[in-house]
C-alpha cells in the first residue's frame, strides 16, 4: 500500500480546498484517471516546470508526453491525456493564476463550467469569450421562435438511404412523417392516408417510390393553401455594357495599329528552325547537360570553353566520383591527358602532339605515340631546356595557365579514386607518357600541387601495372624518393609498394639504390610519422623479400643491417596497450545467511506503534528485513514475528499482512513450493543482519557473548555453546549502558550513576576480544573503559559475527592471479595489422636470409645470427612473452634463430625469469 501524504502534499490540498470553497467550484482531493490517483501536488509542480497551462497546451502533443510520464497512457492515449488535462483544468489552472502568476482568474462559468478543449485561459474574460451555448437558446427569443428561422430552408437529413430501382430488398423503404419543431404543437395531417405496399415476391419490377410527406405550405399551385399574396417577380438581371474604342476615346491604340501595319509591310527573313519550333507542344532546345558540354569544350580547343569545362569538372569529379566514369563518355580521358600534357609547354616550350599511328614517336621529338606508348621519352626529358626559371615573380598569363592545368590534374585525380576508371585509364599507353613527362618536371615550388596530383594518379594506377626494373615510370618514382617534400616521398613509396598489386605474378623489386634504402631504414625513427614509418616498412619488406637484394646488403652495407634491427624490434611494441587477464585461483568467502529475524528493541517499538496498520507493518518490513532476489522465507515465520510483536496492539490480518509483503518489496513474491509437504514462501527478501530504524540508521548489536539455552556458565567462556546477547541498541551510550549495567553487572549509585570505584571480578566475553578473556581482579572504572572500546568498534565486531550490509555477503573477496600482456592493432578480422606487424614481417624475412648466409659460411666463423640478433635477444623474448597479438608470428621468428644457433653451438636460450621481470 503507499504511503501516507507527505507534510507538504497536505498542506497544498488544504490550500487548494479552500481556494475552490471559496470560488464555489467542486474539488476533489484525490482524482483518478481510469482508476489510478494522480497527485496533485506533483502534477503542479511538472506543469510549472514546462512553462504553465497555456503554454503546455499551445504546443502539439505535449499533454500526451505528460501522461506518459505519469505512467498513463499505455492503452487508450487520447482519452487518458484528456481526463488527466481536464483534472488540471477544473482543479489547478485557477490557482496557477492567481497564486503563480498573480492574476485574477477568469469566473467558474467560463472556466472550471467548461471543458478544457482550447488554452490560454489567462486572457479569457467575460467580453472576449463566447459561451457557447444549447440549439434551443439559440432558436428561442423571450421563448418565441426567432421570424428568420422560418424563411431557412430545413436541411435534409437521409438517415434512410433510398433503395435503388428494381432491387431485391425484402421490405420497401418508408419514410416517417416528419418531427415537429419543439415549439411548435403536433397537428397531424387529415389530407394525407398512409400509402399500403404489397409484397412483390418474385416480380422484377422496381419497388415503388415512398411517398414524401411535405408541409401544407407547399407552392404547388394545384395546393389549396397557395395564394398569390406569395408570389415574389423574378429579380432583374444587369446588362454589360462595353464602350466603343473610337480614336477621341483611345488615341493610343490606333496609333499602335498603324505602327504594326507599316511593320508588316516591310520584307520577312526566313525562320530559324528554333521559331518555327517554338509554339509546338512538348518542344523545348534545353541543350546539352553539363557532362556533355564539359567533354565537348575540352575538344573544342577553346580558352573559354575549356574553362568552364575544368571548372565544372573539378566539382562533377568531387562530388560525383562514385557515377561518373570515362567509360560513359568516349573521349574524356583523352581530352583531360591532353590537357594536362600542356605543362610541357609552359616548362619546356614544347607542345605534345599525340598520334595513333603505329611508328608515330620514333623520329620526331614532340609526337607522342598514343597507342604503343613512345619510346624513349625518358631519355629525351633529360636533355630537355627548362624555359621557366624558379624565381617567385611570374607572368599573370602564367600563373592562369598553370592554374588551369593543375585543374585538369586534379578532375584525373579525383576520377581515379573509383577503381573502374582506374581500371579503364591503366589500358592507356598515352597515360604512362603522361606519368614519364609529369614525374621528370623540374624541383620547383610552382610545381608542388601539379606534382603532387600526378603522384596521386600513380598510385591508383600501378597497381594494375607490371613494371621492369628498367620501365621509365619505375626509375621515375625512385628518382621521387630523394626528395625532401614529405608529400612526394610518402606518395611515390605507396605507388612503389602497390605495383603488380592486381597482378597474378608477384612484383619484384630490384635495382633500388642502397643509399635509398639508408634513406628509408632513417625514415623508421620518425616516432610521430606513422604514415611514412609504414610506407617505409612496406617498401622494407618487399625490398628484403627478394635473396638477391639481402645478399647485396649483407656483403656491401651491412651496418645497415646492424641500425635497422634494433629499431625493427622496439617497433614491436608501437602504441601497444598494456592489459592483464586475471585469473581467479579462489572463489570469495560468502557469510552463511541469517535465517533469524530480529526482535526490535523498546524505543523502536514505540516509535512504530505511532503508526496505523498497515503503515506499521510496512515499517516494520523495512527495519527487519532486506531485498535478496536468491533468499526465501516462510510466509508463517515472518507473520508470527510479527503477531508476536505487535499482538496487544491490533495487528493487520495475515492476509494483507501477506500482500502487503509484496508491496513493501519490489522482488518479493508470494509462492508455494509443491510436494508431500506444500511451503508457503515469500520469494525475494531475508532477515537484516544489522537492524535499521525507521529513517534507515543501523542499530546496534550486543555480541556479548552469552550461554546457550542448552549450555552452562562456563560454556560461555568458549565458542562452543555460546551465543552472542543479540540485543539491539538505538545509540552507542545505550549499547554501553546495556552491557555495564547486564552483563558486568555494575551497581548503581543513588544519583542513577554507575560506582566506578566499586572492585570486583571481570571477564570481558565481547565477541573477538582476547585481551581480557580470562577473569581479573579490577575496578569497575576500568572494565568500563575497556568494554567502551568495543562500543566504539561495534560495527567491526558484527562484521567479525556476520558480515553487515545490504547484499554484501563476501567476507573476503575472490583471489586472482594478473597475468600481463599487449596488444597492438587490428582489423576488422582481428588480423594484426600496421607498424608491428609490418616491423615483424621485415624481421622475419631477415632471419631467414641471415640464416641462409651462415649457412654458407665456415664452421669457424662468427654467427651471424649472434652477431646481429645477440643485442636484442632479450628483447625479442619480452616481446614473444607478453606480446598477445604477434604471438604466431614471433614464435616462427624465435623458432628460426633458436635453430639456426643450435646448429652452431651458440646459445640463443631463454634468459632468466625473476620475480621483477625478465632479466
Keep these: 500500500m503507499a504511503p501516507p501524504p507527505r507534510t507538504e502534499e497536505e498542506a497544498f490540498l488544504d490550500q487548494l480546498a479552500t481556494f475552490h470553497e471559496e470560488r464555489g467550484t467542486a474539488f476533489d482531493r484525490e482524482p483518478k484517471v481510469s482508476g489510478r490517483p494522480v497527485k496533485l501536488l506533483d502534477l503542479y509542480k511538472t506543469v510549472l516546470r514546462e512553462g504553465g497551462y497555456d503554454v ?6 505535449r499533454w500526451r508526453q505528460l501522461a506518459k510520464e505519469f505512467g498513463l497512457g499505455h492503452h487508450h492515449e487520447a482519452a487518458m491525456t484528456f481526463q488527466l488535462k481536464t483534472i ?53 427569443v423571450d421563448g418565441v421562435e426567432s421570424a428568420e428561422d422560418e424563411q431557412k430552408t430545413p436541411r435534409t437529413k437521409n438517415t434512410i438511404e433510398a433503395e435503388e430501382a428494381g432491387s431485391g430488398g425484402r421490405y420497401p423503404t418508408r419514410q416517417l412523417r416528419q418531427d415537429p419543431k419543439r415549439t411548435q404543437l403536433f397537428q397531424p395531417d387529415l389530407g394525407s392516408t398512409r400509402r399500403m405496399f404489397s409484397r412483390a415476391t418474385n416480380s422484377p419490377q422496381a419497388s415503388p417510390t415512398p411517398q414524401q410527406h411535405q408541409q401544407s405550405s407547399s407552392i404547388d399551385p394545384r395546393n389549396t393553401n397557395f395564394t398569390l399574396d406569395k408570389y415574389q417577380p423574378r429579380q432583374p438581371m444587369a446588362m454589360a455594357l462595353r464602350p466603343v474604342v473610337t480614336p477621341g476615346n483611345n488615341a493610343e491604340i490606333f496609333r499602335q495599329r498603324v505602327a504594326a501595319a507599316r511593320a508588316n509591310a516591310f520584307p520577312k527573313s526566313a525562320l530559324e528552325p528554333q521559331q518555327a519550333l517554338k509554339h509546338v507542344p512538348g518542344v523545348v532546345m534545353r541543350g546539352p547537360n553539363i557532362y556533355i558540354r564539359c567533354l565537348y569544350g575540352l575538344r573544342s580547343e577553346i580558352r573559354e570553353e575549356q574553362e568552364f569545362a575544368l571548372h565544372h569538372l573539378v566539382k562533377v569529379s568531387f562530388e560525383r566520383g562514385d557515377k561518373y566514369k570515362f567509360e560513359g563518355f568516349p573521349q574524356l580521358a583523352e581530352s583531360l591527358l591532353e590537357k594536362a600534357l600542356e605543362i610541357s609547354t609552359l ?8 598520334s595513333y599511328e603505329e611508328d608515330a614517336g620514333l623520329q620526331d621529338g614532340d609526337v607522342l605515340n598514343g597507342s604503343f606508348g613512345t619510346e624513349g621519352l625518358y631519355e629525351r626529358l633529360q636533355n630537355l631546356p627548362v624555359l621557366a626559371d624558379t624565381d617567385f615573380l611570374e607572368p599573370a598569363e602564367f600563373s592562369h595557365k598553370l592554374v588551369k592545368l593543375n585543374e585538369a590534374a586534379l578532375v584525373i585525380r579525383n576520377m581515379l579514386m573509383l577503381e573502374e576508371n582506374a581500371f579503364f585509364l591503366s589500358k592507356f599507353s598515352l597515360l604512362r607518357d603522361f606519368l614519364i613527362i609529369a614525374l621528370n618536371l623540374p624541383q620547383q615550388e610552382r610545381l608542388v600541387e601539379y606534382r603532387q596530383y600526378v603522384l596521386d594518379i600513380a598510385e591508383q594506377i600501378t597497381k594494375f601495372w607490371e613494371l621492369e626494373p628498367t620501365s621509365p615510370v619505375y626509375l621515375s618514382l625512385l628518382k621521387n624518393l630523394a626528395s625532401e617534400d614529405r608529400g612526394v616521398v610518402l606518395s611515390s613509396a605507396r605507388a612503389i609498394a602497390r605495383i603488380g598489386m592486381e597482378s597474378p605474378r608477384p612484383n619484384r623489386l630490384t635495382n633500388i639504390p642502397l643509399p635509398t634504402i639508408r634513406t628509408l631504414a632513417s625514415y623508421l625513427l620518425l616516432d610521430s610519422d606513422d604514415e ?10 618487399q625490398y628484403t623479400a627478394l635473396p638477391e637484394n639481402m645478399t647485396l646488403m649483407l656483403t656491401s652495407e651491412s651496418t645497415i643491417l646492424r641500425h635497422i634491427i634494433p629499431r625493427l624490434v622496439s617497433l614491436l611494441l608501437h602504441n601497444a596497450q598494456a592489459q592483464e587477464f586475471k585469473l581467479k585461483v579462489k572463489e570469495a568467502q560468502r557469510a552463511t545467511p541469517s535465517t533469524t529475524i530480529p526482535v526490535v528493541p523498546d524505543e523502536l517499538y514505540n516509535q512504530l506503534l505511532l503508526h496505523l496498520e498497515p503503515d506499521r507493518s510496512t515499517k516494520w518490513l523495512r527495519c527487519c528485513f532486506e531485498e535478496a532476489p536468491n533468499e526465501d522465507i516462510t510466509q508463517i515465520a515472518i507473520w508470527q514475528a510479527y503477531q508476536g510483536r505487535f499482538q496487544s496492539n491490533g495487528p493487520i490480518p495475515a492476509a494483507d499482512f501477506i500482500k502487503n509483503v509484496s508491496v513493501t518489496f519490489s522482488t518479493a513474491q508470494a509462492q508455494v513450493i509443491n510436494g508431500t509437504n506444500p511451503r508457503f514462501i515469500i520469494k525475494g527478501i531475508r532477515p537484516r543482519r544489522v537492524l535499521v530504524n525507521t529513517k534507515g540508521e543501523p542499530l546496534h548489536q550486543c555480541l ?8 552452562n556458565e562456563q560454556s560461555a567462556q568458549s565458542s562452543v555453546g555460546s551465543q552472542p546477547c543479540g540485543l539491539w541498541q538505538s545509540s ?6 546495556h552491557m555495564v549495567k547486564d552483563h558486568l553487572s555494575i551497581p548503581l549509585m543513588g544519583d542513577g550513576k554507575f560506582n566506578a570505584t566499586a572492585q570486583g571480578s571481570y571477564q570481558c566475553r565481547w565477541l573477538g576480544c582476547t585481551k581480557h578473556a580470562n577473569t581479573i581482579e579490577t575496578s569497575a572504572r576500568v572494565a568500563g573503559l575497556h568494554v567502551r572500546l568495543h562500543v566504539n568498534n561495534s560495527s567491526k565486531a558484527t562484521d567479525l559475527y556476520t558480515a553487515a550490509g545490504k547484499f554484501n555477503d563476501v567476507i573476503q573477496d575472490d583471489e586472482f592471479v594478473c597475468h600481463p600482456y599487449v596488444t597492438t592493432l587490428q582489423d576488422e ?3 594484426p595489422a600496421g607498424i608491428p606487424y609490418m616491423a615483424v614481417l621485415v624481421l622475419k624475412n631477415l632471419a631467414r636470409h641471415i640464416i641462409r648466409q651462415q649457412q654458407n659460411s665456415q664452421v669457424g666463423e662468427i654467427s651471424v645470427v649472434e652477431d646481429l640478433f645477440g643485442e636484442v635477444k632479450e628483447q625479442l623474448w619480452h616481446n614473444f612473452i607478453l606480446h598477445k597479438t604477434l604471438r604466431y608470428e614471433l614464435d616462427h621468428l624465435m623458432s628460426m634463430l633458436y635453430k639456426a644457433n643450435g646448429e652452431r653451438g651458440s646459445n640463443f636460450d631463454h634468459p632468466r625469469v625473476s620475480d621483477g621481470g625478465i632479466s
Excluded at 490557482?95 to 467558474?108: L, S, T, V
Excluded at 611514412?532 to 619488406?541: E, F, G, R
Excluded at 552507542?732 to 549502558?737: E, T
Design 347 to 354: 616548362i619546356h616550350g614544347i607542345k605534345w602532339t599525340i
Design 732 to 737: 552507542s551510550k545505550d549499547l554501553w549502558k
Design 88 to 140: 488540471y483544468y477544473k482543479y489547478l489552472t485557477a490557482y496557477e493564476i492567481k497564486y503563480h502568476w498573480g492574476e485574477e482568474p477568469p469566473p467558474p462559468e467560463i472556466l472550471e463550467n467548461l471543458t478544457a478543449k482550447g488554452g490560454d485561459v489567462r486572457k479569457r474574460t467575460l467580453d472576449n469569450f463566447n459561451v457557447p451555448g444549447s440549439r434551443e437558446t439559440g432558436l428561442l
Design 704 to 711: 556479548w557473548q552469552v550461554a546457550s539455552q542448552s549450555g
Design 56 to 61: 503546455l497546451s499551445a504546443e502539439r502533443m
Design 829 to 831: 578480422k582481428s588480423t
Design 532 to 541: 611514412i614509418m609504414l610506407a617505409s616498412l612496406d617498401l622494407l619488406y
